[in-house]
């Protein structure tokens, strides 16, 4: 048996002589090796993914790379198994590639939430923010509504304009059919091109759509509008689509239609954030699945701008308002896990609101963002979730040893090289809002006295 680490800069060597990985490591390590051969004859190249064969796994040598997240893909398994080392094992490597990839600093977005509409074609089993035309209050937010919200954001020091929505609910309903015909539009994505191009041209703010799955033609349709898109994962499981599942009537939320969305934005060249949804019913195995997919995209086309891992949490009158919250120590092992596969130069976020109590936990298991906290609207998603107030939100960052830096919603790193991923414009306007560093100009101070 042969288990070794790679330094960052690519040489190899045993874990003992890794800096810093003492004896904490050491039993990280070991442990995957107690009662089983830990053993892969997969290349380092192979991306197939899949649960490991038994056999091939004990027939052959364990080879980690901890610094490019290079696990192979049988490897990771390894992660759901019986010699998983103890969660706070995982943390500490995953924190300590954290580090090396991010260092100390600790990001988030401020912006305003708007949601376009609350309309969907689709019935997921723990959704509260779906409507119907006969429950909801209007069927769309007008432009006008748009750009008010937006503005005042602005005044607050917002940057970035979330557009969540439901999934094209002119395919259900007439009544969403007829209210974007009668302004000239064929579809409820051609309606949020034409808002996001508001927001972009007339304010401060940067449009960030999140609309569901899209096609190549919608996405490039929203693309010189959105330095980045979102499209949550959720899960790689198709069993959660299987009759009695969160997902029994959401066709959008088919694993392939969604991986192909990600995949069209990577040709595309767009920065996209994705992440899963933990506790819906998925395994551990199932998650590295869904991560390991994620890395073939990244590895792929590099435009996986950020990763989320957000937790379950039931909610009354819903299917699912029986099912248990996920737990905190799956989320720790989620972070972990994702960190430890993905490498230390992903962006990993966890929701503050969603574990109001003891987010900056995760600090210490490997993310290193906080993503979108508005100081004006609420979590249409988790409307019983309140964001922090930046304040405090800084005073937990600070006392778990991190600086707190307001961001885009595009990580630096996709506007301040060379590598063309944004437009002129979008480019222009993102350096215009950011410093030398490429966080949002001002840093906290900007939000002294504020929420
Ligand atoms: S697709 Fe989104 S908005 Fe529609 S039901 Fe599912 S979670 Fe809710």
């Known amino acids: 048996m042969f288990i070794a680490v790679a330094p960052y800069g690519g040489n190899r060597y045993n874990y003992g002589s890794y800096p810093g990985l003492g004896p904490a490591s050491g039993t990280f390590l070991n442990s ?102 006969e429950t909801s ?21 917002c940057t970035e304009a979330l557009f969540t929505l439901g999934e094209r609910p ?29 927001v972009m041209e007339e304010t401060d703010l940067m449009p960030h759509a999140n609309p569901g799955t899209m096609s190549r033609r919608e996405l490039a349709a929203l693309q010189p509008y959105n330095p980045s898109m979102g499209l949550m994962l959720e899960s790689s499981s198709p069993r959660l689509y299987e009759k009695g599942g969160p997902h029994e009537f959401a066709p959008s939320k088919r694993p392939r239609v969604r991986l192909r969305t990600m995949e069209l934005a990577g040709e595309l060249g767009i920065p996209f954030t994705t992440g899963l949804l933990i506790g819906i019913g998925e395994t551990r195995q199932e998650r590295i699945d869904a991560l390991l997919a994620i890395r073939e995209l990244q590895r792929g086309h590099g435009h996986i701008q950020e990763v989320i891992i957000q937790n379950f949490r039931a909610k009354p009158a819903t299917p699912m308002e029986e099912s248990d919250d996920a737990t905190s120590e799956e989320m720790l092992w989620t972070v972990a896990v994702s960190r430890i596969l993905l490498g230390p130069d992903i962006n990993l976020q966890v929701p503050p609101n969603l574990s109001a109590d003891n987010y900056e936990t995760f600090l210490s298991a490997g993310i290193n963002d906080w993503g979108g906290v508005s100081p004006l609207t609420i979590d249409f998603v988790n409307p019983e979730a309140p964001w922090p107030a930046l304040a405090e939100l800084k005073r937990r960052t600070e006392e778990q040893g991190f600086e707190l830096r307001p961001r885009l919603p595009v990580y630096p790193e996709y506007f301040l090289g060379e590598e063309a991923w944004l437009s002129p414009a979008l480019r222009g306007k993102a350096r215009t809002l950011t410093d030398s560093d490429g966080y949002v100009n001002g840093g906290m101070e900007r939000y002294a006295g504020r929420n």
Request: contains cysteine.
């Open 170 to 198: 002119e395919q259900r309903y007439p009544e969403a059919r007829k209210w974007l015909a009668n302004r000239g539009y064929a579809t409820t994505l051609e309606y949020l091109a034409e808002v996001c191009r508001l």
């Open 137 to 157: 209050s209007r069927l769309y937010m007008s432009p006008e509504e748009v750009l008010a919200v937006a503005r005042a954001g602005q005044r607050m020091g």
């Open 32 to 133: 995957f090796t107690t009662g089983t051969s830990l053993a892969s004859s997969e290349p380092r190249e192979q991306r197939g993914t899949g649960a490991p064969d038994a056999g091939a796994v004990a027939s052959s040598q364990a080879d980690f790379d901890l610094r490019s997240g290079q696990f192979t893909n049988t490897d990771a398994y390894l992660f759901a198994g019986e010699d998983c080392p103890p969660v706070g094992e995982l943390c500490s490597l995953a924190a300590r590639l954290r580090d090396e990839g991010k260092g100390r600093i600790a990001t988030f977005s401020p912006k305003v939430f708007i949601p376009l509409t609350h309309l969907c074609r689709d019935f997921c089993g723990y959704c509260t923010f779906r409507e119907s035309p």
